[in-house]
């Protein structure tokens, strides 16, 4: 009698796997389930119940058809190439610079990744065009350019109102009604959430495999999007309690002068006795009001020493200490935040509350897949930062808090990333791992001043207490890559890849292309006016050819494309286009007449995909020290086309692409001599076996079988 075929181990853990979480929210706890936030918007929860029964049908569904799909996978794998790896593990240090890594290793602080150097690989990595993590990471996931997956910058403009967008998350509500044939009955609001990054990461293709993927904080993961065979916690533009990308509270003793304004929301306290009481500002409630969470500060004068007490929370810290995760109640639902007591001297008290977070342990949106990830990992590691730019970059740009403050914070959510790598690694014996560590972009962009003594950001601050803030975070990643050498012990069948979006350079002198634009005749104001505030305020669009907005690219304001749009598409537009690319060339700084850009490429010659009639038609490759300014990325024109960057972020990666690179390292030589980070999604693709499809448009790294039909070029075609 014939024996019956060994069910195959990798389906069988990615079963259990999948179990085990969907099991997790039937026993642990049944969440408030996929939540609209927005600005303007209140919260539309799902009940608890229907969580419940929803989770428990999920369970039992996968315990009943396990049998079959494991059937299923033997026989679609039987057909299948086999993989060249059992696991692939890579490692994401957002912002990390080859020229710094190389200064680092040089000098002795970085062993563990010379020793990666030596038995495999590294070099620079060629990041996407343009050099920013939004487009980066999404040109790693999908293995195209950004004319084939549609994401050209952090921000675009609504081309019929010009006002702002995410570029890469629709984030809304629309009325709900019930339909009875004879009227429609209105009962609250439908919650939308969808990504509008296009092509598909190539997990979905693994998954589609049967290789298990544990995908962890890859920046443009949010909505998170379903998959085979995979976990995912989202990055990138997971949005905090209030609809936002990220607001702090301030609280303070002291008056606010007159005209003063943060990037956060501030509020003047007053003690009372040892007691001080206040409310923490949440999301609109059903009657368009926001929802006040109540704190209360209990002070211990002789021991300086706090007592937090929020809803059923209780923590005590000192002076410079944040308290651990706090749960803020807002009425049904729930967020997470940290507090942290700035200031106390005498009578002046000052506390800095992080943004409030998604909790994971109860989303009101999904932020991970399936929905009860998140809350497997709180339960088993705590509670977790779910921000998507949670290291609150703009607290300290607004000197809200200090770089003492920002470092820890940072280290604090560093430790938890490291958790779910740890777990990540555990539980995936075969598959493919990746988790990204935001620690090494957030701190380049906060301390980078302190690497050039003349910054025009030092002006007013420290200068030395934190000079190797940077050095020390690079020795920082060696020791993580060291213990993920442990880890994995000298495994031959598991190749590890540790890699960066980008480099970084200086960010020195603000450039307002719209005031330049102003200027030069191609953007108009109404009645003479001479600036003009955020987002066009007062920009005469009838008259307006050209403008900015974000970090990246000059907007043609082309007829049939934007609202008011005056340009026509054709000749006249191409004529504009390289009018502009011509004089834009040839920009010098009146300080010292260094040239300021280095390359404008046009998009359509640049990229081919079918979205980049989408993009801005001009894309800036700035020399190191330039970039956008402040005002110009908020599409407001000001006096002066040229200012000193004396913000605290001051080192950036938004120039020219081939002046910052990313790092690639690897335990395993490669065949190609210029890897780029293209080239990632089909590498992994093919060490696992699997066909490389004929869009993508990077080349495996190992050699390899081609893609299944002749690919678009592997990069960005731009001007040396």
Partial sequence: MKSLPSIDPRAL?????????????????????????????????????????????????IVLTWPLKAAVRYVAKRGATKPKVKRVIVIGLDGFDPGLAKKYMDEGRMPNFVKLA??????????????ISPVAWSTFATGVDASRHNIYDFLTRDPCSYFPILSSTDIRSVPRTLNLGFAKVPFGQKPIYRSLQKSQPFWKLLGERYVWSSIIRVPITFPPQPFKNGT??????????????????????????????????????????????????????????????????????????????????????????????????????????????????GDDFELYVTPINIDPDAPVMPISHPFVYSIYLAKLHGRFATLGLAEDTWALNERVVDEEAFLKQAWLIY?????????????????????????????????????????????????????????????????????VQRKLGNDPDTVLMVISDHGFCNFRRGVNLNTWLKENGYLVLKDGAETSPDWFAKVDWSKTKAFTLGLTGVFINRKGREGKGIVEKGPELDKLCHELKEQLEALRDPVDGQPVIKEVFLTREAHKGPYADLAPELLIGYHRGFRHSWECATGAVTKEVFSDNTRSWSGDHCVDPRLVPGVFWCNRKIDKPNPALIDLAPTVLDLFGIQIPHYMQGKPLFGGAPAAKPAAPAKQKVNA
């Fill in 415 to 483: 430790e938890e990333r490291k958790k779910h790598l740890w777990d990540a690694i555990e539980k995936t014996k075969s598959g493919f791992v990746t988790v990204v560590f935001d620690t090494s972009d957030r701190i380049s962009h906060m301390f980078y001043r302190y690497l050039d003594p003349t910054h025009p950001a030092n002006v007013g601050k420290d200068t030395t207490k934190f000079v190797n803030v940077i050095p020390d975070t690079y020795a920082k990643m060696d020791e993580l890559v060291g213990e």
């Fill in 232 to 345: 995912l916690l989202s990055g990138m533009c997971v949005p905090d309690l209030l609809g936002t990308q990220g607001t702090f509270s301030f609280y303070s003793t002291k008056t606010r002068p007159a005209g003063t304004r943060i990037g956060g929301q501030q509020y003047q306290i007053r003690r009372k006795g040892n007691v001080i009481e206040s409310n923490l500002t949440g999301p609109r409630g059903g009657d368009g009001h926001p929802l006040k969470c109540p704190f209360t500060l209990e002070l211990d004068d002789a021991q300086k020493r706090v007592t937090v007490k929020i809803g059923k929370d209780t923590a005590t810290v000192g002076v410079r200490e944040y308290t651990p995760w706090m749960v803020i109640p807002f009425g049904k639902i729930q967020g997470i935040a940290r507090l942290y007591v700035q200031t106390w001297e």
């Fill in 118 to 131: 030596k038995d495999g690989i590294f070099s620079p990595l060629d990041t996407a065009c343009p050099s």
């Fill in 13 to 61: 853990r990615a079963a259990s796997r999948t179990f085990v979480l969907a099991a997790l929210g039937l026993v642990a706890f049944a969440p408030t389930a996929h939540a609209y936030i927005g600005p303007g918007a209140g919260i539309a929860a799902a009940g608890s119940v229907l969580v419940l029964a929803g989770t428990f049908l999920l369970a039992i569904g």
